[in-house]
């Protein structure tokens, strides 16, 4: 896997205090799972996949360094895609992974060895 493990250790600090998570080997980077939920992914070199509301994409992505996901030439709904760059400041770290973590936790509950990996 070559994804940014400093990145994953700050995640992983970030959600240091969630109930329910577990981490696993997902699209050549590390996912953050909440009770079965991805929310957040270090997702190779590229930054962090954040899961989001497909209703606030257009304003998340907004700010600069966020894009939709795009995987296999095709935009994900309820993803995106935060560049490296913007993730150096903590705060702004926290805030993309508490959006990931709110979208988690309003799911509902999954299945013991079920994982969900796209949209709502």
Do not use: N
């Amino acid at each position: 896997m070559t994804y940014d493990r400093e990145l994953a250790d700050r995640v992983r600090a970030a959600l240091s205090t969630e109930h329910g998570v577990s981490e696993k080997a997902m699209f050549g980077g590390l996912a953050f799972l909440l009770d079965g939920a991805m929310a957040v992914a270090v997702a190779g070199q590229d930054g962090l996949m954040v899961r989001s509301d497909p209703a606030r994409a257009d304003e998340l992505t907004a700010a600069d360094g966020v894009t939709r996901m795009v995987m296999r030439g095709r935009e994900l709904d309820g993803w995106l895609l935060v560049r490296p760059d913007v993730l150096d400041d903590e705060d702004a770290l926290h805030r993309w992974v508490a959006t990931g973590r709110d979208v988690a936790r309003s799911l509902p509950p999954r299945r013991a060895g079920s994982t969900r990996s796209s949209g709502r």
